[in-house]
C-alpha cells in the first residue's frame, strides 16, 4: 500500500519547506531546529500512517532507530558486540564470490565492493543501500542476539569536530577513535572517472582505541593505492585507519541538510545534489577518511553503516514531506553516471544484492513502512 493515504496531512509540513530556504540570516543553530521540526512532522505523518494501513507494519510492530548519541551507554555497547560478533561468523560466500571474505562481515564488505559501480551515482543509490543497511541490521539481530535497531550518525551535531562525537571519541562506547596522527601525504581517488585528491588531515594512521582498535581489514583498497588484487576481493589484512578531517565536515552543517532538502522537488535532484564531490554524502565519507573514503570498500569500516542511515534518514524525511509525489519516484540508470550505459530505472528493475539476499525490485525498497521494512527514525 503507498504512502497516500493522509497527504492532506502534509500540507501544513510542505508550506513550512519555504521558511527553512536558508537566508543570510540563518544560523546553524536555526537550520538545526528546523531539521529538527522536519523530524518531528515526519514522525506524526508516520505514526499517523501506518495507522491506517493494512500491510504487515502497524503501530504495535514498527520499530525506531535511533542517533548514536541518544543510546544509552549499554545499548552502545550492545551494538559493538554485535558487529564484533558478526566479524567472527564464518563467511558465506564462496571463493569464487569474494575469495578474501574471512567473515559475515567481509560478505557486505564484498558485496558493496562488487555492486558499488551499479548503485553509486546512479538511480539505484538510495534503494540499495535502504535494503543493504536493512539487511546488515537483520544479521545483527537474527546472528548475533541485537535487541536493538541499527543507529545512525547525524553529521549535523558533530561537524564542527567529529573527532568529539560520541561516535568517535574512541572510548569504550564509541565505534572506534580516529586514526593515530601520522604523517602522511594526499589520497588520491579514482572511481567511476572521478579523481579527486584528498589532503591529509587529523590521523592517518590505525584505529588506536575503543572497540575496534584490533579489528583488521581484509578487503580492498578499490579507489586508492595500493589496490587491492581481484578487484578489491582478495585477501589483504591490514589495521582500520581513519583521518578524521574537519574541512570535509564542513560539508555535513545543519545548513547543508536544510539547504538539500529545501532545494529539490524531484529524486533525480536530491539525488544529485546528495552524492556530488561537495554533498553530505561524500562529505560524511571524506570525514571519517581511511577505508571510508573508499567508495567501493568504505563497508569495510563499521562506521560506514551508522553514516548510510544517516543518508537514509534524510532521504526519508525528503520523501515524506511530500509522500504521494515522492515516495515512489524513480529516476536514471543503474550505472554510475550512465557508464557503460544502461536502462532507466523502473518500479520494475530489479537490484542484485549478491549472496546476501535474493533480487529486490525497486518498488519493494520504497518506504521504510513498506515492503521488507517498518521502521522509522527518531
Same mark, same amino acid.
Given at each position: 500500500?503507498?504512502?497516500?493515504?493522509?497527504?492532506?496531512?502534509?500540507?501544513?509540513?510542505?508550506?513550512?519547506?519555504?521558511?527553512?530556504?536558508?537566508?543570510?540570516?540563518?544560523?546553524?543553530?536555526?537550520?538545526?531546529?528546523?531539521?529538527?521540526?522536519?523530524?518531528?512532522?515526519?514522525?506524526?505523518?508516520?505514526?499517523?500512517?501506518?495507522?491506517?494501513?493494512?500491510?504487515?507494519?502497524?503501530?504495535?510492530?514498527?520499530?525506531?532507530?535511533?542517533?548514536?548519541?541518544?543510546?544509552?551507554?549499554?545499548?552502545?555497547?550492545?551494538?559493538?558486540?554485535?558487529?564484533?560478533?558478526?566479524?567472527?561468523?564464518?563467511?558465506?560466500?564462496?571463493?569464487?564470490?569474494?575469495?578474501?571474505?574471512?567473515?559475515?562481515?567481509?560478505?557486505?564488505?564484498?558485496?558493496?565492493?562488487?555492486?558499488?559501480?551499479?548503485?553509486?551515482?546512479?538511480?539505484?543509490?538510495?534503494? =540499495?543501500?535502504? +535494503?543493504?543497511?536493512? @539487511?546488515?541490521?537483520? $544479521?545483527?539481530?537474527?546472528?548475533? %542476539?541485537?535487541? !536493538?535497531?541499527?543507529?545512525?550518525?547525524?553529521?549535523?551535531?558533530?561537524?564542527?569536530?567529529?573527532?568529539?562525537?560520541?561516535?568517535?571519541?574512541?572510548?569504550?562506547?564509541?565505534?572506534?577513535?580516529?586514526?593515530?596522527?601520522?604523517?602522511?601525504?594526499?589520497?588520491?581517488?579514482?572511481?567511476?572517472?572521478?579523481?579527486?585528491?584528498?589532503?591529509?588531515?587529523?590521523?592517518?594512521?590505525?584505529?588506536?582505541?575503543?572497540? =575496534?582498535?584490533? +579489528?583488521?581489514?581484509? @578487503?580492498?583498497?578499490? $579507489?586508492?593505492?595500493?589496490?587491492? %588484487?581481484?578487484? !578489491?576481493?582478495?585477501?589483504?589484512?591490514?589495521?582500520?585507519?581513519?583521518?578524521?578531517?574537519?574541512?570535509?565536515?564542513?560539508?555535513?552543517?545543519?545548513?547543508?541538510?536544510?539547504?538539500?532538502?529545501?532545494?529539490?522537488?524531484?529524486?533525480?535532484?536530491?539525488?544529485?545534489?546528495?552524492?556530488?564531490?561537495?554533498?553530505?554524502?561524500?562529505?560524511?565519507?571524506?570525514?571519517?577518511?581511511?577505508?571510508?573514503?573508499?567508495?567501493?570498500?568504505?563497508?569495510?569500516?563499521?562506521?560506514?553503516?551508522?553514516?548510510?542511515?544517516?543518508?537514509?534518514?534524510?532521504?526519508?524525511?525528503?520523501?515524506?514531506?511530500?509522500?504521494?509525489?515522492?515516495?515512489?519516484?524513480?529516476?536514471?540508470?543503474?550505472?554510475?553516471?550512465?557508464?557503460?550505459?544502461?536502462?532507466?530505472?523502473?518500479?520494475?528493475?530489479?537490484?542484485?544484492?549478491?549472496?546476501?539476499?535474493?533480487?529486490?525490485?525497486?518498488?519493494?525498497?520504497?518506504?521504510?513502512?513498506?515492503?521488507?521494512?517498518?521502521?522509522?527514525?527518531?
Amino acid at each position: 500500500m503507498e504512502l497516500t493515504t493522509l497527504f492532506m496531512c502534509l500540507l501544513y509540513t510542505v508550506g513550512n519547506i519555504v521558511e527553512a530556504i536558508p537566508t543570510k540570516k540563518n544560523t546553524q543553530a536555526a537550520a538545526s531546529r528546523q531539521t529538527t521540526k522536519w523530524q518531528k512532522q515526519y514522525n506524526q505523518y508516520i505514526e499517523a500512517t501506518i495507522k491506517t494501513r493494512n500491510s504487515g507494519c502497524t503501530s504495535d510492530n514498527i520499530v525506531y532507530r535511533q542517533e548514536w548519541g541518544s543510546l544509552s551507554q549499554q545499548s552502545r555497547i550492545e551494538y559493538t558486540n554485535a558487529v564484533q560478533c558478526l566479524q567472527q561468523k564464518p563467511a558465506i560466500s564462496s571463493l569464487s564470490d569474494i575469495p578474501g571474505a574471512q567473515s559475515l562481515f567481509d560478505d557486505f564488505s564484498g558485496t558493496h565492493i562488487i555492486q558499488a559501480p551499479h548503485v553509486h551515482f546512479s538511480g539505484l543509490f538510495f534503494h =540499495f543501500h535502504r +535494503y543493504f543497511i536493512w @539487511l546488515y541490521e537483520t $544479521a545483527l539481530q537474527k546472528e548475533c %542476539g541485537y535487541k !536493538g535497531t541499527q543507529p545512525y550518525w547525524d553529521w549535523t551535531l558533530s561537524w564542527q569536530d567529529p573527532r568529539k562525537s560520541p561516535v568517535f571519541d574512541g572510548s569504550p562506547t564509541s565505534l572506534g577513535s580516529n586514526g593515530k596522527p601520522t604523517p602522511h601525504g594526499p589520497t588520491n581517488l579514482t572511481a567511476f572517472g572521478i579523481n579527486l585528491e584528498i589532503a591529509p588531515a587529523t590521523g592517518g594512521g590505525c584505529v588506536y582505541s575503543g572497540p =575496534f582498535k584490533n +579489528y583488521t581489514v581484509t @578487503l580492498g583498497p578499490v $579507489a586508492f593505492a595500493p589496490i587491492d %588484487g581481484d578487484n !578489491g576481493l582478495d585477501y589483504n589484512p591490514r589495521c582500520l585507519s581513519r583521518d578524521i578531517s574537519l574541512v570535509w565536515s564542513n560539508q555535513t552543517k545543519p545548513t547543508d541538510v536544510t539547504s538539500l532538502i529545501s532545494s529539490c522537488a524531484d529524486l533525480g535532484c536530491f539525488d544529485t545534489v546528495l552524492e556530488a564531490i561537495d554533498g553530505v554524502h561524500a562529505g560524511g565519507h571524506f570525514t571519517i577518511g581511511g577505508i571510508d573514503a573508499d567508495a567501493y570498500a568504505s563497508a569495510g569500516d563499521p562506521a560506514f553503516y551508522l553514516h548510510h542511515a544517516q543518508v537514509d534518514r534524510v532521504w526519508t524525511i525528503w520523501q515524506n514531506l511530500n509522500a504521494r509525489n515522492r515516495t515512489r519516484q524513480v529516476y536514471g540508470t543503474s550505472t554510475a553516471f550512465n557508464v557503460p550505459p544502461s536502462p532507466n530505472v523502473t518500479l520494475d528493475t530489479n537490484i542484485d544484492f549478491g549472496i546476501l539476499a535474493p533480487q529486490q525490485p525497486v518498488s519493494n525498497l520504497m518506504s521504510s513502512i513498506d515492503g521488507p521494512f517498518c521502521y522509522m527514525y527518531i
